[in-house]
């Protein structure tokens, strides 16, 4: 074999132009688009920031009010010791009340509001962060991304009972499922998903495939009774439950 100083300079030059193109079209907006979503958390933040001191502000504002009360009931005391002995039991117990209802009034309506800002900071938070992580996750997803799924998807039939994995298909009729993908499969690829879901689920097995872009990446298994779900859209809105679900339960 002959080396050839032309072809080595071509390959080169085609190797430089390729780095060039995924800097400038895939690097670029990539970093782009993460720096926007990181802006939009510190805006996040600093909205919560704010949100708190106004809630510092507000309990300082009830400290005071209550530092007023407790003068003017000391004063009241003062003026009903001159009083005869019934007024003034009758006057201070009606200070009292007062002021442990204003009291009560301001420390319920400060751990509403607290309770409140602390919810909604949670949900925007969890929701900014989900977004972002779809958005990302779709950005990135590429059709070739579909074959990991498939070891997974092979992963979990090969744990599964024997006992369990027959109840997937009907024992009388034809044995029919349908795969769909995020990306189109091309014809090698779902030679591949036929060949390795028969070897599990039986040689007459008859595959349809279908194709489902809001799935970001992965697939879903639908069968006559069941459905096995392999893929980022339902494994996002599952922990976004999850979140909701652990922040309800505190």
Do not use: C
């Amino acid at each position: 074999m002959n080396f050839s100083w032309w072809t080595f300079a071509l390959q080169a030059a085609n190797f430089l132009i390729l780095i060039w193109l995924l800097q400038r079209f895939l690097y670029k907006p990539v970093k782009t688009i993460v720096a926007r979503r990181k802006e939009e958390i510190s805006d996040a933040l600093t909205e919560a920031s704010a949100e708190k001191k106004a809630a510092e502000q507000l309990k300082q504002e009830v400290e005071a009010i209550r530092s007023a009360i407790n003068l003017e009931r000391q004063k009241m005391i003062d003026e009903a010791h001159a009083l005869l002995s019934v007024e003034r039991e009758k006057i201070i117990e009606e200070a009292r009340g007062e002021a442990e209802k204003v009291r009560g009034q301001s420390l319920r309506r400060l751990e509403e509001e607290r309770i409140a800002a602390s919810q909604e900071l949670y949900e925007r938070t969890v929701e900014l962060a989900s977004n972002l992580a779809e958005r990302l996750l779709s950005e990135i997803a590429e059709g070739s991304i579909e074959q990991p799924f498939l070891r997974r998807v092979i992963n979990y039939l090969d744990q599964m009972p024997a006992e369990e994995r027959a109840k997937l298909l009907p024992r009388n009729g034809a044995s029919n499922m349908s795969v769909t993908t995020a990306h189109p499969l091309d014809a090698r690829e779902q030679s591949d998903w036929q060949e390795q879901l028969a070897k599990r689920l039986g040689t007459g097995l008859a595959i349809t495939f279908n194709t489902d872009p809001t799935l970001i990446a992965g697939t879903v298994l639908t069968f006559p009774h069941a459905i096995l779900n392999f893929n980022w859209r339902d494994s996002l809105a599952l922990a976004l439950k999850e979140l909701h679900g652990n922040e309800s339960s505190r």
